[in-house]
């Protein structure tokens, strides 16, 4: 429950900061570069810091850098009750980037230390499910309140971060020590064991056409045509909303109502198996968001806007959660610490991109034409994943015939 508690936690100090920064930085400046910089200094930060001390935690502990993350993010707080203009607000970003690349990874490996090598079945990602409905309640309320905080001030906003920031370090001290699990035999039918009784229970994995750990990799894929897209509307579409006049508390309301969507397409995936090992619900759930895009691109009123979000909520729910899914059980106990890493930076590299691209876009072209770019890209890795699949589709056809013959 406590590792749960912390993702919900470093999410909420996360969400409640990028609010606090970018509506700020919509009002305060003129145009949307700075908000496209403040983008990249966070997910690059982010990006790196998940694959190194994602490798790291998985060699010198989890739970003491889990701390250390905590008082990075303090720091990242106090440098932004300085100031929230550049340049003061580009280092408190990286710091928050660093923060959570020594908070995530880590917690994601110990809270699916328990699933056994190979099992692809519900038991597998039950500890997915929870880590996800938590770290997103953290942001749907980081998000909202924000919203309603930031007339209070954005020292306000800052400070209610920070105190939430403090309470990760001891939390994660009272956490026991998670044991490595061994790997589960090779094959179609895995022993799992129950976490109720010292029976076994089998599980069997479907067959498939493609290995599991080629659907992890097209997951890295995905993030970050998925994240691209998904960055434009964490840095730039507060630029929109103050050009159509939508209030904050509005505008927090708005990313909430898209969070609940996510949720939503999480418990789906958690209680369903038709998506597992298949590339065409990536596709579709894509699609579904080019069509939220192009609502953004065109509409103007708090509803359709809202339903354009959400909409893109739809891809942004599949693509964590699928991509998270192939990570940790592709990988054994003693590297899902880097596999998770892996999953978090490919995000953030999407973020990096998008929000850099969307902000020069905006600048240049107006403050839509950077969602009319996120089609164009988001069709482009479509098209990456589809021939990716048929190509190993065919390499895997090729040699179950040669094997025939």
Known sequence: MRLYLIAAIADFVQALFLFTATRYLAEQQPGAMSLGVLGACNFLSYAVSSAVFGHVSDRFGRRRLIASGSVVFAGCLLVALRSLDPPLVYVATILLGVAAGMIFPPVMAMITAGQVHGDHGRAASAPLIAFCLWWNVGVLFGQSGGGLLFRAGTEVCLVTAMVAAVMIAPLIMGVRKVGAVAAGPAGPEIEVQSSRSATPVRSTTPARSATPRFFAVAGWFANIGGAFT????????????????????????????????????????????????????????????????????????????????????????????????????????????????????????????GSLGGAYVANAMGVRAPFEMAIVVLLIFMV????????????????????QG
Not at 230 to 249: G, Q, Y
Not at 298 to 319: E, Q
Not at 385 to 400: D, E, P
């Open 230 to 353: 998904m960055s434009l509307i964490v840095f730039i579409f507060p630029k929109l909303a103050t050009s159509v006049d939508i209030p904050a508390e509005t505008h927090g309301f708005m990313l909430g109502a898209m969070r609940l969507l996510v949720i939503g397409v999480y418990v789906l995936l958690h209680f369903t198996s038709f998506w597992r090992h298949r590339m065409w619900p990536s596709l579709a759930a894509q699609s579904i968001a080019v069509c939220g895009l192009l609502l953004l691109v065109k509409a103007d009123g708090v509803v359709p806007l809202t339903a354009g979000l959400m909409l893109a909520g739809v891809m942004t729910g599949y693509i964590y959660f699928s991509g998270m899914f192939y990570s940790t059980t592709s990988f054994k106990n003693e590297r899902k610490g880097l596999a998770s890493g892996l999953h978090e930076a490919t995000l953030a590299i999407g973020f990096t991109g």
């Open 384 to 403: 990456l994943q589809f021939l990716a699949r048929v190509f190993v589709h065919g390499r895997m056809n090729a040699a179950q015939t040669a094997s």
